[in-house]
């Protein structure tokens, strides 16, 4: 992606210095880049969503652990820093799939070779998303290309929270397609949820959209059945932060309420994502541990006031309390396919399988 001209990833190595993120906190109105220098400095980022979406959190936790055994390559540390930056996120499974991976290229290994094995992953399991996330926009692009030929006019194509650049490495899984449906020249509109209580529709995927020129139109998280009633949605598209073996789809609070609206209207609901986010452990989505979130989140909001600086301020009744699950399950039986690097299937176990027929269902 790129910001005032200059191509950024998410995620990006610096070296002995360590490696930089974008601190997506201050996002929409400062663009600020931070250097991790240390496990403990991105463990902090991703559960401060300083850094966010499953498979960017992947990387930044695997160029973590990376750094840790730069610091001490011991069995000891290598299990330890492992289980700290597993516990970060709970809810998304790229977190550990990259975790593991960086483990397993070091383990047996001679300690004075660690370090430098576990960067070489990291920096692989980088690459490789971002790899991944642009054959996802290429096969999503299909549908989005055919359903512009069918339909000859103007689309519009709702998606929720945020998984795009932002949320991996580079393209992203869910705007991917649409990035390369408007560089092709097809004529299409965003309706962006604004996904509270964290705001990543209104904050993130508005500001890359924007960035790259796509036109969109941020509304309320409550609007997106209104607009598919009105036949104003020609389809859905969001991502996943863990796909079970069955289909089942843990994605970002709401996501849920989109497909069922989605359903009963006749409105095509995606799911893109990468294949490190099929948990083919789990059977179903009943499995998935949800993120249970601090409740300030709901209860307060940050934003820029009239005279240019940021505030939080309270929104809700004094001394209410407030629950706040970062995620949902939409079941299988709501999504009308998975958009993969491999191309796109039905969203039960037998389609994931027709893609992936060799995945391992070892545990994590």
Not at 3 to 20: A, C, M, T
Not at 45 to 59: D, E, K, V, Y
Not at 100 to 120: E, I, M
Not at 350 to 363: K, Q, V
Request: hydrophobic letters at 45%; one cysteine or more.
């Amino acid at each position: 992606m790129k910001i005032n001209g200059k191509h950024y990833r998410s995620v990006w190595p610096l070296g002995e210095d360590g490696f930089g993120i974008i601190d997506q906190t201050k996002l929409p109105h400062e663009f600020v880049t931070l250097t991790l220098k240390s496990a403990d400095d991105a463990g902090h980022a991703i559960s401060a969503m300083q850094t966010r979406g499953a498979p960017l959190i992947g990387a930044v936790a695997a160029y973590g652990l990376a750094l840790a055994l730069r610091a001490d390559p011991s069995d000891d540390n290598l299990t330890r820093t492992h289980d700290l930056l597993a516990k970060t996120r709970p809810t998304a499974i790229n977190l550990r799939w990259a975790l593991k991976r960086v483990a397993d290229a070091v383990r047996n290994q001679p300690h004075d070779r660690r370090a430098t094995l576990a960067w070489k992953e990291a920096v692989a399991i980088a690459d490789e998303d971002a790899a991944m996330c642009e054959s996802i926009g290429r096969h999503g692009l299909v549908l989005i290309r055919d359903l512009a030929k069918a339909k000859k006019r103007k689309l519009n194509i709702l998606t929720h929270c945020n998984a795009g650049w932002l949320a991996t490495v580079d393209w992203g899984t869910a705007l991917a397609p649409i990035y390369m449906a408007h560089d092709e020249g097809i004529a299409l509109h965003v309706w962006v949820d604004e996904t509270r209580p964290r705001n990543q529709g209104a904050a993130l995927t508005a500001f890359e959209l924007g960035a790259h020129g796509v036109p969109h139109t941020v509304i309320a998280d409550n609007a997106g059945g209104h607009y598919m009633q009105a036949g104003e949605v020609d389809m859905c598209i969001v991502g996943t932060d863990r796909v079970t073996a069955n289909g089942d789809v843990a994605n970002k609070i709401g996501t849920y309420l989109k497909a069922l609206a989605a359903k009963d209207n006749g409105v095509p609901f995606y799911v893109a994502l990468p294949s490190s986010t099929i948990d083919w452990m789990l059977k179903s989505g009943r499995d998935i541990p949800i993120e249970e979130r601090s409740a300030d989140e709901v209860l307060k909001m940050t934003g820029r006031t009239a005279q240019g600086t940021l505030a939080t301020v309270e929104i809700a009744a004094p001394g209410s309390a407030a629950a706040n699950p970062g995620f949902d399950i939409t079941p299988a039986r709501l999504v009308t396919g998975f958009v993969t690097e491999r191309g796109i299937c039905a969203a039960n176990e037998e389609g994931l399988r027709s893609l992936f027929p060799h995945a391992s269902t070892s545990s994590a």
